[in-house]
């Protein structure tokens, strides 16, 4: 009888040893559906259960039994909550597929194949974009984090569509015939300025987020006290009497800024002047690979004399060394309307005065355009009007960065088919917008500020 009862206790140590065994090699016991994702903190090494006794035979759940429980459960409320939460809402589920049929239908509700181009769509969409979330963001402060979510999710949807934009460039193979396959890769214009982009948005996004705390404040044009000159709450008279009066007015204290805020904000301003500067700069070299739409060319005058005006056109035809400053102060434009109309007169000149410039080549052979094409184009008349005439252009977007476009990057736009270039010519757009507000609305505080400290 002692024999057989040891060597039913030694079954019994056996097959707990077995029984541990097991448990050991899988990690997880076969009777517990829920341990399989946690069997990392059942170890020894871990810090959220407690070792238990080997000889504990209670059968009350044991402390670090329930705090295990615990934990799985604050776990698993953790992830549904972070699902709920990621999950978008049933408006904006509706106005993305709003947005996604548009895209796809071209604009066109009717579903009849009138619509724009998918390029034209992407532009349009990325341009209302950006007036649904700033059109009404009028001040130095940070965006909702509705609006900042919305401008992420969607922007991070539209841009998408430049992973799948290539070009194929031959790729040799190390193989007996040496044969040469076509490999893609992505699109050389937007490997470049999309990066540059996405960088210039998240700087632009800084800077309105380090606003929070600020040590000054706006107030509605309409609130405006009567002692607003002592309080601080006025606005550039000359700039924005008129024009811009639905801006809030930016206030500073009396005794104006700190030291420490004034150089904040002039930092801030450098930095967005500098982003603005980007912007406008891969926002022109995208235009200008555009190609210039046949109705345009169509509709360019004959002469570019009578598309400039008789006093511009003595000024740079006569002028040996040509100074595109002096001739913009001597015109004096006092309205964005007006640069806008001098923008678009010079720029039809120009195009004018390239064309006939070729036409004068069509003639000869290619050899001799070749040979000649440089002292040509050095002495010819109409080469050097139409280098003038950009020059003047360039020259006037850069004194008045506010312009709006003009007639030949409007129709560039229009009738553009290229999805990359809308893409890449909207958000810079767009950013360069945005860029220029921020400057102007640091300026409008600085400004006061150095009214309030006149006068004191």
């Not at 829920?34 to 407690?50: A, D, I, K, L, W």
């Not at 700033?134 to 999710?153: A, C, D, I, V, Y």
């Not at 400053?325 to 120009?350: C, G, R």
Request: hydrophobic share 30%; aromatic share 8%; proline share 4%.
């Amino acid at each position: 009888m002692e024999n057989q009862t040891n060597q039913d206790e030694n079954y019994d140590s056996s097959v707990d040893q077995n029984d541990q065994s097991t448990t050991e090699i899988t990690g997880y016991s076969t009777l517990s559906g829920e341990s399989f994702g946690y069997c990392r903190t059942n170890s020894e090494g871990s810090g959220f259960s407690e070792p238990t006794e080997e000889n504990s035979c209670s059968d009350e759940p044991s402390p670090s039994h329930a705090k295990g429980v615990l934990n799985r459960v604050e776990t698993k409320e953790q992830k549904r909550s972070m699902e709920d939460k990621s999950e978008p809402s049933n408006s904006e589920l509706e106005m993305m597929k709003e947005r996604f049929s548009k895209l796809l239908l071209g604009e066109d509700m009717s579903g009849s194949g009138k619509g724009v181009c998918t390029a034209v769509t992407i532009s349009n969409s990325i341009t209302n974009l950006y007036a649904t979330v700033f059109g009404q963001n009028l001040r130095l402060e940070p965006l909702k984090p509705e609006k900042t979510s919305m401008w992420k999710r969607e922007m991070d949807c539209l841009l998408s569509v430049c992973d799948y934009i290539v070009e194929f460039i031959p790729s040799s193979q190390n193989l007996e015939d040496e044969i040469e396959v076509m490999t893609n890769r992505p699109r050389t214009d937007i490997c470049i300025n999309l990066p540059a982009l996405q960088k210039l948005d998240t700087m632009l996004m800084e800077i309105l987020e380090s606003f929070k705390e600020s040590e000054f404040w706006y107030i509605e044009a309409g609130n405006l006290p009567a002692t607003s000159t002592r309080s601080g709450s006025f606005r550039r008279s000359f700039q924005r009497k008129e024009e811009k009066w639905w801006l809030p007015v930016p206030c500073v204290p009396p005794t104006g800024l700190s030291e420490k805020a004034r150089k904040q904000l002039r930092h801030k301003r450098d930095c967005a002047n500098q982003i603005h500067k980007a912007a406008m700069a891969i926002n022109s070299s995208i235009l200008a690979e555009m190609e210039i739409p046949h109705s345009y060319l169509a509709s360019l005058p004959k002469s570019g004399k009578a598309s400039v005006g008789d006093f511009i056109y003595r000024y740079m035809n006569s002028a040996e060394k040509f100074s595109p400053d002096h001739l913009l102060d001597y015109l004096n434009l006092t309205s964005e309307h007006e640069a806008l109309q001098i923008a678009d007169k010079v720029e039809a000149s120009m195009y004018t005065w390239r064309r006939k410039a070729c036409m004068g080549h069509a003639k000869s052979s290619w050899g001799m355009v070749k040979d000649l094409m440089s002292d040509t184009d050095r002495n010819d008349k109409n080469h050097i009007l139409a280098g003038r005439a950009e020059t003047l252009l360039f020259c006037l977007k850069q004194r008045y960065p506010e312009l709006s476009q003009t007639t030949l990057d409007t129709c560039k736009i229009q009738y553009n088919r290229d999805v990359g270039q809308a893409i890449l010519e909207s958000y810079s757009r767009v950013l360069e917008g945005l860029a220029f507000n921020i400057v102007s609305w640091i300026e409008d505080v600085l400004f006061v500020d150095k009214s309030m400290k006149a006068q004191d």
